[in-house]
């Protein structure tokens, strides 16, 4: 048989399966800004007027998202570790 079939650890966040814990936090992250996004939508960009669709805060700095994604998964891996500790100590009493 060419193909075999396996289970495998997943993690989930932000809605999908990741196969490793970082890009678990990474997606959870990610879509914690894009529930706060407010671009403004347009289907498409009028070069002739200069009418371009408006950014929100989090996407006019494109470097400044990737470290507020960074500092946020950061953060959530801080909180899932105490959460994990604080278990630990609650069973092994």
Not at 7 to 18: D, E, H, P
Not at 61 to 82: E, N
Request: glycine share 8%.
């Amino acid at each position: 048989m060419i193909i075999k079939r396996e289970q495998a650890t997943v993690y989930r966040g932000g809605g999908r399966r990741y196969f490793t814990k970082r890009a678990a936090y990474n997606g959870a992250a990610r879509d914690k800004i894009m529930s706060r996004c407010e671009c403004e939508v347009s289907a498409y960009d009028d070069f002739e007027t200069g009418y371009m669709a408006i950014p929100c805060r989090y996407h006019e700095d494109m470097d400044k998202l990737a470290r507020l994604q960074a500092r946020l998964a950061r953060w959530y891996r801080h909180l899932d570790q105490a959460s994990e500790q604080e278990q630990a100590n609650i069973g092994g009493e």
